[in-house]
């Protein structure tokens, strides 16, 4: 059973300083209880009345009858942890805090936050909050909560939705009920010191009724567990979005300054969900749209192989060709394909559509369908049917007169149809839309809020055909932070051994440390080749006017060993010199940078860019968590906005993208094997049609870890 | 007097074929006319009638008592240049052409199209249409339209819409109404072949009624007309916001498959309408809720300068947190900057807000504000009042049992508030909405589109600046088309000579046709040198083998002059071979790309691009359509995408940019003196702390233009 069933459904709640005002924090949600009708045991404590509502109140925890599964707190930070160290002495083993004024506060608040946090721990009980505004569980008819949102009564569905913020929460979870969405549960974790998003996703993924999971975050403090999280949802099959916030300089201060959690790096978050079928909204618009497609549409099957069933393009039907276009603009822009339809498919749309109509995709049923709109229906059936079809957006606008047969035709669509449909509806009426989704058909409101459901069900797709080609990590995911430690560079020459051990492909390199060494050196990896200082001092080795490239011939060598010590000498008197590494020259390719970070959320996490000026001017680089599968491998590189310079420009052939993915897969292999090594960087990799080769290494060791 | 003046507000108009259905085309309007009460002159022609809805009908034309200033066409295409015929015959100068079945149906319709306005030209008859919906006059109470965007009564309003799209257009114009944007003027083009949208525009721009004006548009037959009325919009004031489609290829198929139109090179647009101050929005929702704030906000005024008055920032201020947080990670992403509220603000604040709140920016004033909403008018007007804040989002959720105490402050605020600020309230009472619209306060309900309008704003605060310090260009805009005639190459040392008269900086270079005199020129210039072969028949030098770099020495030179000359030779036996080019090697620089392209809409336009990698792999490049002063140059290199690489990468010193911004300068002048060169490649182009140096250029003239 999962350790938060308690808090999520308890069998019993005592509201410690319960109110009898329903203005008050303290009062609302014991008017909302009541109101509701939650069938579970509820008592109050307030010395100053005998019941609220009907339920008891008492004057003190040691008056209660039983020993409540949960304890509500709203008294003022000062006095919380006194309220819970007393919750705690009873044998309750969950609460919930709401009180402000803790870590978002400043070091006093933090202090505070961390006494709290140590007193729940102590007597082993687990708190939500604090900074918490409660959570709801619509299915027992339980508001916890003092938001606005349960100022109305709570509507059981398949939502569940979790947010960190409170206000932000509620406004996301007020918009999903104006749309129709059913939000299971919503839970409010605050400053999650200690239940966090990531736990309560984990938790509400136990529950059979949800089907889709939604989370608003600022920061992660555990990334590993909601790696873990986002790999079952992905194998129950139960989408997750997130938002998260903070993904830029003035955002993130933001996010320090709002509730003191640190936004970390957004370029890994944003790699690290996506590799693990997370998908991601850029707001809570986008949010809601995804969440409107994913309780109506099931998830598109789609095959790995371009031929046969569906591979993943967007059919678009309008009434309207300039919306047409809209949508396929829009597609293109979020990387989906627009095929034209099979010759066989517009013949049988051309059987449906009169002369000005076109049938390509978009399909543009034109002003025929105002008179007619048994077209919608039939035009849909034809173009869900295209094998290259793998979901279908329709666009429509007005149509008032024709409403409810409209509805009637496309809710037979969606009872017939295997693959999933959006519907665009511009100046819709509110009741069509509502017969529309109760009958399980997805409706949004704008052109790009369509196209945005498109996306997010194909990358859904995709997510799924990764995962049933590599289901699950073999081996658990486990963050290693740095133990803050001094850490060591390894010597090249070490490092290389570890790297090839893996599978890595390295630049033929050998340790010299006088010029004769180096100059047989050289004869035996053959000319041309480069000399490169070899110092544990000396980590970048071309600032230190250590590496000299391009030497043809044994006087070359010669010269430049004289040189290269000369200079590192030169550039750091004391520093601890362990030879010069004679490498043989690498014929120039396409740039690319490989290597391992420690993130403070995820732990290890693998990193490919693009290298030289990409990496630098656009920080095109992309994560992912090991173990990194092949697809997995393939879904990095696919991910590189400046990838097309691996299909070759400039004359050049095209890379060898697998094996571009044996590099990726061997470095993913390299990181579980070596716990130890904290950093690591192949810069530059140089990648070609004959495959891909680390030509610098640097890495680093964290001895205590 | 506008030539479009009487298509818009016709003293009297007649409709031919008309009907006393109103479920048809040719009855709709005229029901529409009599329910909003069209005070003008209205005739209508049909046989079988008398009179429809008190409206006289006439058996023919010429029963007629006058010569109506508009006939209506809505014939069937095959009869419609009969019509337009004898109206033409009649005297009647401006007709519009509902009927659909031309240039959108292929080779035969748009073959019917070119007879249509053969016709109307032979009769000096302008014609809005075919495949027009019609077009709306609210001033004149004028629905002359079968859209059902006119089953509603008009309402006036200080926004003229202009549409390619009919169906589009309905639904922007619909969902326009809903907001309580009311248009003065709905046009829909239809096919375009005579009155455009650019003609449009230039029109209602007249009308001093109208404030802002929106467009939508698939193609753009008529860039040089487009840009006269964008500058002369920019002049008045008069914000232009345009919805261009076909922006990438499925986009752009489905374009030319719907009305026949080009969408172009969409890069090209892109850069050319921003230089000219056009807001572009991507989707309706976008055009929306720009048109919402322009209705409603005044455009920012900013300063040029760091210090002093507005410096163009954006102000947050939010009741959440977390949608703070989410406001400033939109705003980083469309290049906003939202800076740190001064100490002095952050005072103020203090004393207004309590203990939980944030006051750096975004400010939130936390739940404190459910209880006194008068913080969020205090807290505004603080932060209205900080230098560096050009414009302020305001994000609010719920709130309902304080709307109406809400509202009557946010109305102070706008009348005291000489600064634009956007109010994003999520889950709004629909009441306090339109009572906060009506009093002029630009009101959107998602977080993203409250920093859209900030984002748009603020572009045209810029754009202003910009055209108060340049403001309008000296020299009119001409389209020159190419002639189709045969085009040249022109030799490079006559290029340098044109190109170094307006000023560009080219890397010296002198020509030798023999081995001697490279040498000698190689002297002269200094060595190193580069040799290149000089050919009109060989524009790509490196391919046929004909350039050599870095050479040192005299003998280097001899030798590279023998080599470039037979490489040359055997790369293209018949070469015409001038000579070799010697050319002093330039320091390794920030590579760029120049030059002048003539486009079929906007004719010619100068290029600015990052070179190498950038340009081939991202394809980031900009245009503007000369004259270009220097702040137009300047607005170019900022719409770079790797603009970085420009500030120094890789320890490499920033690049000149007023060297950058004299280049561009020149480029535009040698384009304007010019007008025979129709291509001019300046690639690549050095670019450092120590100026701008263009290394190779190839020009092409078409000696017919």
């Known amino acids: 059973m999962n350790p938060l069933r308690a808090l999520l459904s308890p069998a019993s709640v005592v509201i410690i300083g319960a109110s009898a ?108 909050g604090p900074n918490s505004l409660g959570l709801t569980n619509a299915f027992e008819r339980m508001p916890l909560t003092f938001s606005q949102y349960a100022d109305a009564p709570l509507q059981a569905g398949p939502v569940a939705f979790v947010s960190q913020s409170g206000a932000f929460g509620t406004a996301v979870a007020t918009a999903a009920r104006s749309r129709g969405i059913g939000l299971g549960y919503f839970v409010s974790t605050g400053n999650q010191p200690d239940v966090t998003v990531a736990a309560v996703i984990e938790a509400v993924l136990d529950d059979e009724r949800i089907r889709v999971v939604v989370a608003y975050m600022e920061g992660l403090p555990d990334g590993c567990a909601f790696v873990a999280a986002a790999r079952r949802a992905l194998a129950l099959g139960k989408p997750l979005v997130v938002v998260k916030v903070g993904r830029h300089p003035a955002g993130s201060r933001a996010a320090v300054s709002h509730t003191g959690s640190l936004a970390g790096d957004d370029a890994i978050f944003d790699s ?21 497609a994913l309780v109506s549409c099931p998830i598109p099957v789609l095959s790995q192989s371009g031929a046969g069933a569906s591979t993943g393009g967007v059919g678009l039907i309008t009434v309207s060709g300039g919306a047409g276009v809209m949508m396929a603009d829009l597609a293109e822009e979020l990387g989906l394909v627009v095929p034209t339809l099979l010759a066989d498919t517009q013949a049988r749309l051309c059987g449906v559509l009169r002369g000005f109509a076109a049938t390509g995709n978009p399909v543009d049923v034109t002003g025929q369908s105002i008179e007619d709109v048994t077209i919608f229906q039939r035009s849909l059936d034809i173009v869900l049917d295209d094998p290259q079809v793998a979901v279908c957006v329709i666009w429509v606008q007005l149509l008032h007169a024709k409403a409810d047969q409209l509805v009637d035709l496309l809710v037979q669509c969606k009872q017939r149809a295997l693959k999933p449909f959006i519907l665009c509806w511009l100046n819709s009426p509110p009741a069509a839309v509502q017969r529309l989704r109760q009958a399980g058909v997805c409706v949004v409101d704008s052109t790009l809020g369509g196209i945005q459901c498109a996306a997010g069900l194909l990358e859904l797709g995709r997510a799924r055909l990764r995962h049933l080609a590599e289901p699950s990590p073999a081996q658990a995911v486990r963050a290693l932070a740095n133990t803050g430690g001094a850490t060591e560079i390894v010597g090249s020459m070490q490092a290389a051994d570890m790297l090839g051990q893996c599978g890595l492909v390295l630049a033929p390199t050998r340790m010299a440390t006088h010029a004769d060494g180096a100059a047989t050196a050289a004869a035996a990896l053959g000319f041309p080749v480069a000399l490169k200082i070899e110092s544990r001092d000396l980590p970048h080795k071309t600032e230190a006017g250590g590496v000299l490239l391009n030497l043809s011939d044994e006087a070359a060598v010669r010269d430049a ?62 994560f992912a968590t090991p173990p990194i599968g092949r697809e997995a491998a393939r879904h990095m590189i696919g991910r590189l906005r400046g990838q097309v310079v691996l299909d070759g420009i400039r004359g050049r052939s095209p890379v060898d993208r697998e094996a571009l993915i044996d590099a990726i897969c061997a470095l993913s292999q390299f990181a579980l094997q070596h716990p130890q090594v904290c950093e690591l960087d192949l810069n530059p990799v140089f990648a070609s049609a004959q495959g891909v080769v680390a030509v610098d290494w640097l890495m680093v060791r964290d001895p205590h870890a």
Chains 1, 2 share one sequence.
């Not at 039983?66 to 007393?86: C, D, N, Y």
């Not at 200079?567 to 290597?595: F, H």
């Open 561 to 622: 060993f004289a040189r290269v010590m000369a200079s590192a000498r030169l550039y750091k008197g004391d520093a601890r010199i362990d030879g010069v590494l004679v490498q043989a020259m690498q014929p120039q390719a396409c740039e690319l940078v490989l290597g391992i970070q420690r993130d403070a959320s995820f732990g290890t996490v693998v990193m490919l860019g693009l290298g030289g000026i990409f990496i630098e001017a656009l920080r095109d680089v992309v």
């Open 272 to 292: 690290v969900i996506r590799q693990h079928g997370v998908l991601r909204a850029d707001n809570e618009s986008h949010a809601l749209d995804l969440v409107s």
């Open 21 to 128: 005002d329903p203005n008050k924090v303290n009062g609302r949600p014991i008017r909302n209880l009541r109101r509701d009708g939650f069938a579970a045991r509820v008592y109050l404590v307030n010395p100053k009345y005998s019941d609220i509502l009907g339920y008891p109140c008492f004057p003190d925890l040691d008056s209660l009858p039983e020993v409540p599964e949960l304890g509500v707190v709203g008294v003022a930070a000062q006095g919380a942890r006194e309220v819970v160290a007393a919750l705690g002495a009873k044998g309750v083993k969950t609460a919930i805090v709401w009180s402000s004024g803790f870590g978002e506060m400043g070091p006093a608040g933090k202090q505070l936050e961390e006494d709290l946090v140590a007193t729940a721990r102590h007597w082993g009980m687990r708190i939500l």
